[in-house]
């Protein structure tokens, strides 16, 4: 494997009318990447797909898959399969001809396509069901239909828009985690999308972020998760806390910000080096879990944060603090349960530690409504 | 929750009410079918009999009528499918943003009356006809052509209209992922959306079928040298009718309701199918398994028992003969008739006693001594004045005399409007010297 066939998108933009659905992506998915676009309802990831697939023409830019470029060549004859985000089975044809689909439009003989059908068939555990018609499988099996279907067409390139958005939990890990294997087994290049930030994280060599038709961020989900790039990442991927203010110090490296809950003093984010001066607007950005009750002497790294609690929240394996600072922002504090009894009156004053190197600096700029 | 026992009352009354509203005449027309009195009537119940069903075959003019009935439907459901597909396809597939005025335009034939339709088709290819210097025998003059096409310009907007209900449900995606697969356009339609749409073809053309089959509005102008059944109807209503037309009534009900029972048997079948878990084409294509496929299938049931009941009644028709009850009726009225011929000699008696007494009285007398005669040998129950109306009684007194010269089985003759006809007439007056 590895040799698969990539996709790069040139400055492509997509207009409709006057509405930008796709502004100025640039990026570049290497042959047996597992690739995954990750953003909100509506930002313009089903119309990034279109345009790999070819059922959307970019306004501007190029769609290049495996160096050629895709200009004017009809979604039928590109070397991609999507998996449609609503699956698009056939509801009129046995499970076997859907599967086999791709090859009766190219004369396949009957026999041929039973005996391609009965292996792809096998490979989704599905074996002997070919008969069915599509109303007669579960959620889970019409997913693994759909992905049979695409991958007997041989694509290069497979797209999958949320193809797991309607199933369960449960059922959702279990594909996830099936999806992958089969990535790795065909080794072609999956291009992912999704709205679900575990879902990104968890099967994606790379993440693109996605915010109002723009590309955030794109790296692996450690990088993502850790470094994020703009204040919208590092609030749309997992839970944060925001601390804005002014800068009040900066060095290479750290920079110290004014907030309503004391100066915290957090690393730059990578994508900001340099850009950051005395007196701009800037957050800090500090995860759940590495907020800690202070406790002892302060450290060297440490910051300690003052804040009135709110609420307490007990659930399961953790147990969640909710605080307000001075400005009436909100902080959540979660501390792995170990058994150890908590009350706190609503109301009273915390004092919170958090290490300078678990807090991220950023420009001031816009965040996910979530 | 309980109801008020009242208003179970007044709904059952309302139902009754409603349901005598809505299917009381075709009983009633059903009824005549049956009935041996050659006016369609209901009661008096006289004598059952199965001969206006062999009336009704040997009708040639009903029996073109059906034919050319069937050959304009056929054509016309040919045509409309094929124009309602394509102004479907255009309306729901092609043209997003002139929609709403091709919609207008296309639904347009519907709104407007049948008349108009039937003269503007006759117009126009007179005018063409013209046009290309055809003579009047070209195809374009042929009603048969000129009925095909003056109801499928209105039929075929009726297909439209099933054909975007069913396209308004089909999903877009399926024809992008078939194209996604590799398929071309063609392909994409013939084997994804053409499939999908094959129920409402179906649905369609029965719908096309039905409404040529019954068009009266438009054809009456377009049919030229083919009257269709409806037209040979109406013409049959202004010349005198026989309950040889319920009978027709008869056969074309029973064959609907045959078609309504078949379709929702079908229906529950594979309803049941489903929710058995089983593939429903595995159930639709398999063979004729009667109590299986009874099963909890109340359509189907009745749909059996009708099938017996029909097969029945032929068969009892084909055995039964309704002479020993004619002669019987027959003789029946004859008593009555003798008794009323008396009763009116003894009044006319009376009256000329009176007449003596009074002096002569001009206005009541022409009127009245003509009546008696013509009018006695009518059944006992029925009203004097319809009778005026009835020159069919006039046939069966004229059959009473000369009964091998089965008048009854004449078409043509007894019926309201036999007044109108000359045939019937001359019978009358030459009863009237014979007595
Ligand atoms: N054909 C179109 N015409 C006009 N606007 C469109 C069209 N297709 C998409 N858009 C707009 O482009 C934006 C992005 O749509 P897109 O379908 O790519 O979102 P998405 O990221 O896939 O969202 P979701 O997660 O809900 O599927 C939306 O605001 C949408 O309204
Ligand atoms: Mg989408």
């Known amino acids: ?370 | 929750m309980r109801q008020n026992p009242l208003i179970k009352v007044f709904l059952a009354i309302y139902l009754v009410i409603f349901f005598s509203y809505l299917l009381g005449p075709l009983v009633i027309m059903g009824i005549t079918a049956f009935n041996s009195p050659s006016f369609p009537k209901a009661a008096p119940w006289e004598c059952l009999t199965f001969e206006w069903f062999s009336v009704l075959a040997n009708d040639h003019r009903i029996m073109t009528g059906i034919r050319n009935s069937f050959i304009v439907g056929i054509g016309t459901v040919i045509l409309s499918v094929i124009i309602g597909l394509a102004g479907a396809l255009v309306l729901t597939q092609i043209w997003p943003k002139l929609r709403a005025t091709y919609y207008t335009i296309v639904i347009a034939p519907i709104l407007i009356p049948g008349v108009v339709l039937g003269i503007s088709t006759l117009v126009f290819w007179g005018r063409m006809n013209a046009f290309l210097g055809l003579s009047d025998e070209s195809f374009l003059q042929n009603g048969i052509f000129l009925t095909i096409i003056g109801q499928t310009t209105f039929i075929s907007s009726y297909c439209m209209l099933v054909f975007v209900a069913r396209l308004q449900r089909f999903d877009q995606g399926l024809t992008e992922a078939a194209l996604d697969l590799g398929a071309t356009h063609v392909q994409a339609f013939r084997k994804v959306m053409l499939p999908f749409l094959y129920p409402a073809m179906g649905s369609a053309a029965v719908l096309a079928f039905l409404a040529s089959f019954e068009n009266y509005n438009t054809t009456t102008f377009t049919f030229g040298k083919y009257p269709t059944l409806t037209i040979e109807l109406a013409q049959k209503v202004r010349y005198g009718i026989n309950p040889s037309i319920s009978a027709l009534a008869v056969i074309i009900v029973t064959i609907t309701i045959l078609g309504a029972l078949f379709y929702e048997m079908r229906k529950r079948r594979e309803a049941m199918a489903i929710a058995n878990g089983a593939p429903a084409s595995a159930v639709s294509g398999g063979g004729f398994k009667l109590p299986k496929m009874l099963a909890g299938n109340p359509a189907a049931i009745i749909l059996a028992l009708v099938l017996i009941g029909g097969i029945g009644t032929v068969l009892f028709a084909q055995a039964y003969n309704p002479q020993a009850c004619k002669v019987e009726v027959r003789e029946e009225k004859r008593k009555a008739t003798d008794k009323r011929i008396q009763e009116l000699q003894e009044k006319a008696k009376q009256r000329s006693l009176q007449e003596k007494l009074k002096g002569p009285d001009i206005f009541n007398q022409p009127a009245q001594s003509p009546v008696p005669p013509a009018q006695a040998p009518s059944n006992p129950g029925s009203g004097t004045f319809g009778d005026v109306f009835n020159p069919g009684n006039l046939d069966e007194g004229d059959a009473k005399k000369t009964p091998d010269k089965g008048s009854s089985l004449n078409p043509g003759s007894g019926t309201f409007g036999g007044v109108f006809n000359p045939k019937n007439l001359n019978e009358s007056s030459g009863k009237g010297t014979s007595q």
Not at chain 1, 294 to 314: H, M, V
């Open chain 1, 1 to 370: 494997m590895s040799t698969g066939v990539g996709v790069d998108l040139d400055d492509v933009w997509v207009k409709f009318g006057d509405f930008v659905a796709v502004r100025e992506a640039n990026v570049s998915i290497k042959g047996g990447e597992f690739f995954s676009f990750l953003g909100p309802s509506g930002c313009g990831k089903t119309t990034i797909l279109r345009t790999v697939s070819g059922f959307q023409e970019p306004s501007q830019g190029e769609v290049r898959i495996g160096g050629t470029n895709m200009v004017g060549i009809g979604p039928n004859l590109r070397p991609t399969a999507l998996i449609f985000q609503n699956l698009a089975l056939f509801p009129l044809m046995p499970i076997w001809e859907n599967i086999t689909f791709s090859m009766e439009v190219r004369g396949a003989s009957k026999g041929e396509r039973r005996k391609r059908a009965d292996e792809l068939l096998e490979l989704i555990a599905l074996q002997g069901q070919g008969d069915k018609m599509v109303n007669e499988l579960s959620g889970g099996q019409k997913q693994r239909v759909a992905i049979a279907r695409a991958l007997c067409a041989e694509p290069d390139v497979l797209l999958l828009d949320e193809p797991l958005s309607a199933l369960d939990l449960k059922l959702r890990q279990h594909m996830r985690t099936e999806l992958r294997a089969i990535q790795k087994q065909v080794g072609i290049t999956f291009i992912y999308i999704t709205h679900d930030q575990g879902e990104a994280l968890t099967m994606s060599d790379n993440v693109a972020v996605m915010s109002a038709g723009v590309i955030d961020q794109i790296a692996d989900g450690r990088t993502i998760y850790d470094d994020p790039a703009s204040p919208f990442v590092a609030s749309f991927v997992g839970e944060n806390n925001v601390f804005s203010g002014k800068i009040k110090t900066i060095t290479k490296d750290y920079a110290v910000v004014d907030t309503p809950a004391g100066d915290l003093r957090a690393k730059i984010g990578t994508a900001a080096r340099g850009k950051l001066q005395k007196g701009n607007d800037a957050m800090a950005f500090v995860r759940p879990e590495a907020l800690a009750i202070a406790a002892g002497r302060k450290g060297k790294d440490e910051n300690r944060l003052t804040a009135s609690i709110k609420t307490e929240e007990f659930e399961g394996q953790s147990y969640n603090i909710f605080l307000n600072q001075a400005d009436g922002a909100e902080i959540k504090m979660s501390l792995v349960n170990q058994g150890q009894a908590y009350e706190h009156a609503p109301g009273s004053q915390m004092t919170l530690s958090c290490n300078a190197d678990q807090a991220v600096v950023l420009p001031a700029g816009a965040l996910a409504s979530e």
